[in-house]
Nanobody, 115 residues
Framework: QVQLVESGGDLVQPGGSLRLSCVVS????????MAWYRQASPGKRREFFA????????LYDTSVKGRFTISRDNAKKTLYLQMNSLKYEDTAVYYC????????WGQGTRVTVSS
């Protein structure tokens, strides 16, 4: 079973930046697309917002396009998310996963945007 460990979440002011990481253990990381998801509250569904293909092509939801950058380091089996110009509505627990696979979720990392 592939395990995912997200980190880097924090409390940040509006307009600030954060970099999230997702370390993958097990599995063939470099062969699959990876994606970031977020869940604003326990009562809301987890939503996709950024994806990177095995070859490095990226796709973003309009809510984050131009502010967030997804990247990957296949040698380190790590997925990254650079988050700039953070807004209140970016507050959520952030998760990574393989969009093409049925894989368990990690514990996520919490990002809180507040003044």
């Amino acid at each position: 079973q592939v395990q995912l460990v997200e980190s880097g979440g924090d409390l940040v002011q509006p307009g600030g930046s954060l970099r999230l990481s997702c370390v993958v253990s097990g599995g063939d990381f470099s062969s699959y697309d990876m994606a970031w998801y977020r869940q604003a509250s326990p009562g809301k569904r987890r939503e996709f917002f950024a994806r990177i293909s095995a070859s490095g092509a990226t796709l973003y939801d309009t809510s984050v396009k131009g502010r967030f950058t997804i990247s990957r380091d296949n040698a380190k089996k790590t997925l990254y998310l650079q988050m700039n110009s953070l807004k209140y509505e970016d507050t959520a627990v952030y998760y990574c996963n393989f969009p093409q696979l049925s894989n368990s979720w990690g514990q996520g990392t919490r990002v809180t945007v507040s003044s």
